[in-house]
């Protein structure tokens, strides 16, 4: 009887340990935007980039207002299936924001995580807190989240849709 305790008790052990979350932290993957279509779970991009429609009169605004010597953007992505309801979406829009912009691949930094604790360039200065990500960096620091500002302006119920041109504009202005 004494034995069959120690293995239920070794079995419930090894069924909770089996089923714990996997507290392993990857690092994110640099990528250059033209390889996207070789990542798993990046092919539905194009798709949305062709759908989307970019307001022409912010980007006249927001080409006053980026400055290539002084600005860089940064972009965290991850595979669609992992990104909660349509916030996949943005990453593809907010791309084709930055190319009507005319702002260069180059001044781009793009990483793919695996999930919020994956370890990248900026986590001294960066949590990133949902997926995916934008910040405007100035002189190489992080001045403004896009994606943040965003997600703040609809839970407390700001004018909706707010626009990624018009988060744009605003963060090149800090």
Known sequence: MKLLKVVILVVIFLFIVKCSDDNSVSDAVPYKIEDLNKLPGYGWFYQEY????????IVKLIRQEYNQSMHRILIYSMPSCACPGKRYERFPQFYKILQSVGISNEKVEFYSLSSLRSRHPY????VVTTLPAFYVLK?????????????FNIYYGRPYPIK???LLLEGFKK
């Open 123 to 126: 986590d001294s200065v960066i």
């Open 164 to 166: 990624l041109e018009e």
């Open 50 to 57: 062709d759908k989307y429609e970019v307001d022409t009169n």
């Open 139 to 151: 002189q190489g620091k992080p001045v403004y989240s896009i994606t943040d500002t965003l997600d």
